[in-house]
């Protein structure tokens, strides 16, 4: 199999030495990726899916792009993801924007940066060989960058010379019958990747690894074939690949049966057929796992290419949230508290994220304290709704430690303390909430000096594990470094 592995960059550096707990959430999806709600299988994307990774294409050395000065001034936020050829000794050799963030200026900062990052190559028996990395760079206002930069010229100057001989190289290869090489030539004439874009030459390495024998291709080509690229869209050559391709074991089964009932249901090189399309996804549903059940309930809760059928949806929902894992339970929970294809159901939407809660996830825990706090899905209780917030804010939470630090300064729902209030807000603002600034420091100028003092030292004693909480009280919550 060859490789592509998904890279988070976080567009950030946290102050008070927070960035490690930071740096473990991973952002998903970058926005505007066609990857979304509105098509959740990613098929109507602009080019052949990526194969996924087999190896760990990963940073070696890890410097996130500063915040791009007239952004951060607009308070913009943005997710590019880039697709970075990677020569034998880690060095990018070409870099193609896959998905633009919508921002000129964070995308070329984003490209700029990566010119200058170092990656773990994949290796093949033993040895390094050019690979592809998917990097996903996102761009959050929720966390500090360590220094704005100025804008670059026009947002133009960020592409130094493509290392032309490598792929000159890899194009000698792939002719010669290297199979590693024609997935990569495939891959750059799909995306334009240090190349001109050509989808019809990308279906043609395609197909010269499918006559050397290699499987993993099968895919691929099925996508192709459904939506036309570089070939002329065929639902029953689709088809056709994606049966060669369980056959061979390169794709799951359960994988296949999805993709043919979207096939049929979305009309994608065939005529639509939403009998067949349910038939498809009847048989996904019933050999599938928790994911799999989810984007079938979603296909049935609106309709995607068959009729809509509420029931079935919440049939498929409660599955997949009795199989799934606590990421699972949270979507199936915020589905039925907003009302998303199923009428709204707060008892289901408590019950899932309290399951969650139990478990130990911070999104639950958060959204249990709010539920607790508003009486949405539970009933009003603020006690429980402290304790809960308490745990998330130890756990590194800014909008937590933000409730918290109110909750403090307030003294309606625990005892008034505005030194822990202050402290907790120290912590918020210094993992780059930037709009808690002002509060910050208008509560400073109603507080004794004193006592900041010993807020910013209990602060800064918790971010090396110690306990946020005053003598003899200890009222605060528990960090876990």
């Given at each position: 199999?060859?490789?592509?592995?998904?890279?988070?960059?976080?567009?950030?550096?946290?102050?008070?030495?927070?960035?490690?707990?930071?740096?473990?959430?991973?952002?998903?999806?970058?926005?505007?990726?066609?990857?979304?709600?509105?098509?959740?299988?990613?098929?109507?994307?602009?080019?052949?899916?990526?194969?996924?990774?087999?190896?760990?294409?990963?940073?070696?050395?890890?410097?996130?792009?500063?915040?791009?000065?007239?952004?951060?001034?607009?308070?913009?936020?943005?997710?590019?993801?880039?697709?970075?050829?990677?020569?034998?000794?880690?060095n990018p050799a070409a870099i193609q924007i896959e998905y633009p963030s919508g921002n000129k200026d964070l995308d070329a900062t984003a490209v700029a940066a990566a010119w200058h990052w170092r990656f773990h190559p994949e290796l093949h028996k033993g040895m390094p060989r050019t690979s592809?990395?998917?990097?996903?760079?996102?761009?959050?206002?929720?966390?500090?960058?360590?220094?704005?930069?100025?804008?670059?010229?026009?947002?133009?100057?960020?592409?130094?010379?493509?290392?032309?001989?490598?792929?000159?190289?890899?194009?000698?290869?792939?002719?010669?019958?290297?199979?590693?090489?024609?997935?990569?030539?495939?891959?750059?004439?799909?995306?334009?990747?240090?190349?001109?874009?050509?989808?019809?030459?990308?279906?043609?390495?395609?197909?010269?690894?499918?006559?050397?024998?290699?499987?993993?291709?099968?895919?691929?080509?099925?996508?192709?074939?459904?939506?036309?690229?570089?070939?002329?869209?065929?639902?029953?050559?689709?088809?056709?690949?994606?049966?060669?391709?369980?056959?061979?074991?390169?794709?799951?089964?359960?994988?296949?049966?999805?993709?043919?009932?979207?096939?049929?249901?979305?009309?994608?090189?065939?005529?639509?057929?939403?009998?067949?399309?349910?038939?498809?996804?009847?048989?996904?549903?019933?050999?599938?796992?928790?994911?799999?059940?989810?984007?079938i309930a979603y296909i049935f809760g609106v309709g995607d290419g068959v009729a809509k059928d509420t029931k079935r949806c919440m049939d498929l929902l409660d599955q997949s949230a009795e199989q799934?894992?606590?990421?699972?339970?949270?979507?199936?929970?915020?589905?039925?508290?907003?009302?998303?294809?199923?009428?709204?159901?707060?008892?289901?939407?408590?019950?899932?994220?309290?399951?969650?809660?139990?478990?130990?996830?911070?999104?639950?825990?958060?959204?249990?304290?709010?539920?607790?706090?508003?009486?949405?899905?539970?009933?009003?209780?603020?006690?429980?709704?402290?304790?809960?917030?308490?745990?998330?804010?130890?756990?590194?939470?800014?909008?937590?430690?933000?409730?918290?630090?109110?909750?403090?300064?307030?003294?309606?729902?625990?005892?008034?303390?505005?030194?822990?209030?202050?402290?907790?807000?120290?912590?918020?603002?210094?993992?780059?909430?930037?709009?808690?600034?002002?509060?910050?420091?208008?509560?400073?100028?109603?507080?004794?000096?004193?006592?900041?003092?010993?807020?910013?030292?209990?602060?800064?004693?918790?971010?090396?594990?110690?306990?946020?909480?005053?003598?003899?009280?200890?009222?605060?919550?528990?960090?876990?470094?």
């Amino acid at each position: 199999m060859h490789a592509f592995k998904t890279i988070v960059v976080l567009a950030i550096a946290l102050s008070f030495g927070v960035a490690d707990r930071a740096a473990g959430q991973t952002p998903s999806t970058p926005a505007g990726h066609p990857s979304s709600a509105s098509d959740p299988d990613g098929l109507e994307s602009s080019g052949p899916p990526l194969q996924q990774a087999s190896v760990d294409v990963s940073f070696m050395s890890n410097h996130p792009p500063d915040y791009p000065r007239s952004a951060l001034s607009r308070g913009i936020e943005g997710a590019v993801s880039l697709l970075v050829l990677v020569d034998p000794d880690g060095n990018p050799a070409a870099i193609q924007i896959e998905y633009p963030s919508g921002n000129k200026d964070l995308d070329a900062t984003a490209v700029a940066a990566a010119w200058h990052w170092r990656f773990h190559p994949e290796l093949h028996k033993g040895m390094p060989r050019t690979s592809i990395a998917r990097v996903p760079v996102v761009f959050k206002l929720g966390l500090t960058p360590k220094r704005p930069r100025e804008d670059l010229p026009g947002g133009t100057e960020i592409y130094p010379e493509t290392n032309r001989a490598l792929i000159a190289q890899l194009e000698r290869s792939a002719t010669e019958g290297s199979v590693h090489a024609q997935f990569l030539m495939a891959n750059l004439t799909a995306y334009g990747l240090g190349v001109t874009k050509d989808a019809a030459a990308s279906v043609q390495w395609y197909l010269k690894e499918v006559a050397q024998g290699d499987s993993s291709a099968f895919f691929p080509l099925s996508r192709i074939y459904a939506m036309g690229w570089g070939v002329s869209a065929d639902g029953n050559a689709a088809i056709a690949w994606l049966q060669k391709g369980v056959a061979a074991g390169s794709i799951n089964a359960q994988d296949a049966q999805l993709h043919f009932g979207l096939i049929y249901a979305r009309g994608y090189g065939i005529p639509k057929d939403p009998a067949k399309a349910t038939e498809w996804f009847e048989r996904a549903a019933a050999q599938g796992n928790a994911q799999m059940k989810l984007r079938i309930a979603y296909i049935f809760g609106v309709g995607d290419g068959v009729a809509k059928d509420t029931k079935r949806c919440m049939d498929l929902l409660d599955q997949s949230a009795e199989q799934g894992d606590d990421d699972i339970k949270l979507r199936v929970a915020s589905i039925y508290f907003r009302g998303d294809m199923v009428p709204t159901d707060m008892a289901r939407s408590a019950k899932l994220t309290e399951a969650a809660a139990a478990h130990g996830s911070l999104q639950a825990r958060k959204r249990l304290a709010s539920m607790y706090a508003t009486g949405r899905g539970e009933n009003k209780d603020m006690a429980k709704a402290i304790d809960l917030m308490q745990h998330a804010a130890a756990e590194g939470d800014f909008e937590s430690q933000r409730s918290l630090s109110q909750a403090y300064f307030d003294g309606k729902d625990i005892e008034k303390d505005d030194v822990l209030g202050y402290a907790w807000l120290i912590l918020a603002v210094n993992q780059g909430k930037l709009s808690y600034t002002t509060d910050l420091d208008q509560k400073r100028k109603n507080m004794q000096s004193d006592d900041v003092s010993e807020a910013t030292r209990l602060a800064s004693a918790w971010v090396t594990g110690q306990v946020l909480a005053r003598e003899p009280k200890q009222t605060g919550a528990r960090h876990s470094p």
